[in-house]
């Protein structure tokens, strides 16, 4: 039964290439060749510092064993919509005992590139560690049980969330994890980079207690046994590699739990909602928002955002940018000066960036808007709105908090006002981009950071860059004001403020009326355009 999985673990990845088109296919490709140098990364740290370094080396293989465990419990969560073999309620039909699924699902979670770069880069430590004699057997065997405690503890894990896992709420979850991974993991890598740099040999002195309370863990108990029969102690490395596999068993126990209780038991009904559903207005925008088709548009929009897991990813990538802002002026030495505030205009330059395909969400449904009749200048002008009022809301959170890292709390009126005139400008030129080259978005709901979904990646590339130009020589003018008043003559500032605004409501309006008389006379070849048929 087990080589049943494992040949239809294979045909679902043999099947997936196959029904990919050759973008996907040579992302894959990509994907797995970035993954190699990884492995061998991760080999030859794990072969060459242990000999150069040998104080480092217990505390250098626990945190290597610890990533590789957390990592994969991460990312089988992040890719549970794509990846059909990690559902296992699309085996409930099947015959099987959660013993033999059990068996078989070990077996099928050691095919694929993943699990392959994993044992690469642990060979590593059979190379740093191993010595001639009987040690080499326990250091095989705790490479053994390091890999197990990974694929035993993912697919546990997975079985027990699988479920919530399929809800949307649990998709949104994974937008902001996807996104917070990402940002952790560039920062790790620029703080451990500076640390390595700093760290000199009386400093491993003073990371002994952590690698005590590592050592402690499943994983760092593989670790320990590791080490401990690398340098002949083969007592300590039996008992610390029973510990190690004692964690396999019990997270083995949980798995076949979870899988039993999830073949086993049904699914609950969906809840009623007892309240009456929200108008379309929400009720904090009521007052602020037009009540007419502009308004009306406006709030369908701010919906959109709430609701669509793409405006969602790129809203959450803007917001995470601004974070990691905040964190490298708080942490580099010499940026807390108050002119630091206008670097919260990049806020309000990214939101602008939303909106240069923003028929693209509607895609075939706006239809209806054709159908309706309805006024495209009002449609215009009720997306920017919601634009504006996002981009303006996260514009000033920036700037209020690195006002309070750095103390520039004079420059945070100077902020607001230029971050309203280029926000602005920057919809007045994707009101002209969005209906000239507007593009499908892909139906495909398992990734939600693909953009182009009709073979036209390089086109939209293009026309992208062609407006990011245009947005900025048309901020050039801002841009030499504001430098003017930073350096030589800092009444520059105060005289900024209002050219911004009147400057960024002039293109605007000028982008707006390019944008509304074509868009007038053809509605139908817009609504062609977002009709393209998505690629299989």
Known sequence: ???????????????????????????????????????????????????????????????????????????????????????????????????QLVAGLSLAACVGVAPLCTLVALGGAVVGFGTLGPGVVLVVAAVLVQFLLCIVGSRALLTALSRQLRSRKARDLVIVLVSVTALAFNLALQVGARLAERLERADLEAL??????????????????????????????????????????????????????????????????????????????????????????????????ARHPRLRVAWMVSCLLGLALVVFVALTEGLQRPWVVLGSLAMAFLASQNSLNQFGFDGAAYWTHVAAGADPRGDLIGRNLASAVTGMVTTTALALVLAAVTGGWLYVPVALCLGLGVLALSLGVADVVSVRFAYPLPDDASNLWAVQGTGQGCLVGIVQMVAFAAQGVLLLPLVALVVVGLVWWTPALVLACPLAVVYGWFLWRVGLGVGTEWLTGHQPELLAALSVRRAA
Do not use: C, I
Request: glycine share 10%; proline share 8%.
């Open 208 to 305: 002994r207690p952590a690698a005590r309370v590592l050592g402690w863990l499943p994983t760092g108990l593989a670790a320990r046994a590791l080490v401990d029969a690398g340098e002949g102690r083969l007592l300590p490395a039996m008992a610390e590699l029973a510990g190690a596999a004692l964690a396999v068993a019990l997270l083995g126990w949980w798995w076949w739990r979870s899988l039993d209780r999830v073949l086993t038991t049904a699914e609950p009904a969906a809840r009623q909602r007892s309240r009456q559903p929200a108008g379309l207005f929400p009720r904090s925008l009521r007052r602020l928002l037009p009540g007419d088709q502009r308004g009306a548009v406006a709030a369908k929009e701010l919906r959109y955002l």
């Open 1 to 99: 039964m087990a080589g049943h999985l494992v040949s239809l673990k294979l045909a679902l990845l043999r099947n997936g290439l196959r029904r990919s088109n050759w973008p996907q296919q040579v992302a894959l490709a990509l994907g797995a060749l970035a993954g190699l140098p990884l492995a061998f990364g991760g080999f030859l740290l794990l072969a060459l510092v242990p000999r150069a370094e040998p104080e480092a080396g217990l505390l250098l293989v626990e945190v290597v064993f610890l990533a590789l465990f957390l990592g994969w419990g991460l990312f089988p969560l992040l890719s549970f919509a794509g990846d059909a073999s990690l559902d296992p309620s699309r085996l409930a039909l099947l015959p099987l005992r959660p013993r």
